[in-house]
């Protein structure tokens, strides 16, 4: 099994700047790839960035693109999504997730194996 935690999310203005953390613990060595998804109140969980656990193929979000980036600490098996220039409709939990295979569909939440609780991120305008 792998666990994961999310943190950092919190309350800022828009414009702001926030950074999510995932720690990930367990069987981490079965991971390929790891993603943060996101969930409105009222809508459907939705991606917002992945990247493969070697350090390529990252991705994101139309929504997010320019202004969040995904990372992985490997030291601290930390997964980073650094949030820049926030606006209201970023208002959501934040989840982290990891999968062992890399080839799934990013995008689907169904495709993912493994999910941490959220942390939530709101953004005032």
């Known amino acids: 099994q792998v666990q994961l935690v999310e943190s950092g999310g919190g309350l800022v203005q828009e414009g702001g700047s926030l950074r999510l953390s995932c720690e990930s613990s367990?069987?981490?060595?079965?991971?390929?790839?790891m993603a943060w998804f996101r969930q409105a109140p009222g809508k459907e969980r939705e991606f917002v960035s992945g990247?493969?656990?070697?350090?390529?193929?990252?991705d994101y979000s139309t929504s997010v693109k320019g202004r969040f980036t995904i990372s992985i600490d490997y030291a601290r098996s930390l997964l980073y999504l650094q949030m820049f220039d926030l606006v209201p409709e970023d208002t959501a939990v934040y989840y982290c997730?990891?999968?062992?295979?890399?080839?799934?569909?990013?995008?689907?939440?169904?495709?993912?194996?493994?999910w941490g609780h959220g942390t939530q991120v709101t953004v005032s305008s």
């Open positions: 990247m493969l656990k070697s350090g390529t193929g990252r």
């Open positions: 997730a990891a999968h062992p295979q890399y080839n799934i569909n990013w995008k689907s939440p169904g495709a993912w194996s493994y």
């Open positions: 367990g069987f981490t060595s079965r991971i390929e790839v």
